[in-house]
């Protein structure tokens, strides 16, 4: 059994249901946990006061939808179904446990509470009311390393697998698994409370909590893995946290830079597809499509960003860069001198061989491919870069562009080997064999 976010693999026999396949009605199901299961953790954290359990608990009542689903079909709200599920496993867990008897009629008593209760989804409280929030922030404990921090959270929260998180990092998926374990048993030991941190403690946790949510958003703007180029919800989960954040914090103008960045960046998801999900990159984007309402809420976060000293933050500085693809009306328009210049400075502020290669891209829309092709080879020595499919996508692009046909299109297609998008394989291959035409 994997954990949150397994991905289900049909079998060689297809058995019709009620219409539908049993492979359709596994992928149903694997569509439903990457919806429901960090609202599923969250809401048996509350209650069992250990992630770990909780995410014991929310792949037990997954693996009972496995079994039951298929005959009985996806009921009609299955995310209270996961939960009602997972909730009497809770009970019977403790149960069998005499020692947890009064951990048991604690669980007994809130459960009853909440099912005679307010659907929990159906509106957002302050600070202390939202379980998510609740989550990332014990996942951002002090007592854990900022990387064990976002690993966790990335599970959790954004219902990754720990390929998924590793390939995020940029770090081997051992070293990922590993701090996901060490992580849930240091917060169990630790008996972490499940609360919003208040003052100075809530303060000191941000840093981590945006790199958070950052990541997150990340993989729903541009999936690692899987047939979907994109995964909105994650987007989503990351835009509706950012945006309690702000409220929480009105002050602090990182916040309001990582909200801007993102507001910006979800603006265009409409348009990063094509009529069959095929990915839709941003200089062939039709930008009637992208949501303006988003693009302005975005600009007033920068703006809100400016006068609290934030204009200068890794956060804001991204959302600037964002802004002038906003503002140009057309590709053409694209103000690239200030976006390398941009670059330029977020180098400077928060360096990383990313930042890097985004820079080489700037540089050569701006003074030439061989400007940027000069960048993207002296990352190419880089140990953190030599699996990351993009390092050799751009290099091809820019060998391309200099009519070196035959190294581009090895470029790409070792850029298709080393992704595990598989629209994004389909992309780079398709640019391979363009090469030959060129």
Known sequence: MRGAGFCLAPGAGDVLIRGVTTPAIHGAIDAVWRIESARLIAGLTRIVRDVGVAEELAQDALVVALERWPETGIPENPGAWLMATAKNRAIDRV???RRLLEKHEEIGRETEEQMAGPDPDAALDDEVGDDLLRLVFIAC????????QVALTLRLLGGLTTSEIARAFLAPEATIAQRIVRAKRTLADAHVAFEVPRGAELEARLSSVLDVLYLIFNEGYSATVGEDWIRPALCEDALRLGRILAGLMPEEPEVHGLLALMEIQASRLRARVGPAGEPVLLLDQNRALWDRLLIQRGLAELERAGPLDGAGGKYALQAAIAACHARARTAEETDWH??????????????????????????SMAFGPAAGLELVDALSSDPAMKGYHLLPSVRGD??????????????FERAAS?????????????????????
């Open 338 to 363: 200030r976006i390398a210049a941009l670059y330029a400075t977020l180098a400077a502020v928060a360096p990383s061989p990313v930042v890097e290669l985004n820079r080489a891209v700037a540089l």
């Open 398 to 411: 820019l060998l391309a562009k200099l009519e070196r046909h035959d190294e581009a299109r090895a470029e």
């Open 95 to 97: 149960r069998r446990n």
């Open 141 to 148: 404990h002090p007592v854990l390393s900022t990387e064990a």
């Open 418 to 438: 080393l992704t595990r998008n598989q629209r994004e394989r389909k992309l780079l291959l398709d640019r391979a064999a363009a090469t030959r035409r060129g």
